[in-house]
Nanobody, 113 residues
Framework: VQLVESGGALVQPGGSLRLSCAASGFTLSSSTMMWYRQPPGKGREWVASISSAGGITNYVDSVKGRFTISRDNALNTVYLQMNHLKVEDTAVYYC???????WGQGTQVTVSS
């Protein structure tokens, strides 16, 4: 089982990014998928989750209305669209496959002017 995140970058406040998490070694559609993040010097926190069929999504309050989690089971990929980014969104972002207990290696998002 392998999860590979991509799409992290340096972006100005107010900007947008789309993170991707590509899965291999298992069928992504079999699992609820989650995004977590770890800000500098802090612990890892849950950000968003999406059910296996994609019909149910949940978000931490701090990103509601700005972030959107989605999945393309045909591509075995889950996404995190991040809009109106804030400095406090700076973190390493990880995807997590609940059914497998598997983490990706993370992708760095830095929001700074």
């Amino acid at each position: 089982v392998q999860l590979v995140e991509s799409g992290g970058a340096l972006v100005q406040p107010g900007g947008s990014l789309r993170l991707s998490c590509a899965a291999s070694g298992f069928t992504l559609s079999s699992s609820t998928m989650m995004w977590y993040r770890q800000p500098p010097g802090k612990g890892r926190e849950w950000v968003a989750s999406i059910s296996s069929a994609g019909g149910i999504t949940n978000y931490v309050d701090s990103v509601k209305g700005r972030f959107t989690i989605s999945r393309d089971n045909a591509l075995n990929t889950v996404y995190l669209q991040m809009n109106h980014l804030k400095v406090e969104d700076t973190a390493v972002y990880y995807c997590y496959a609940l059914a497998r207990g598997s983490w990706g290696q993370g992708t760095q998002v830095t929001v700074s002017s």
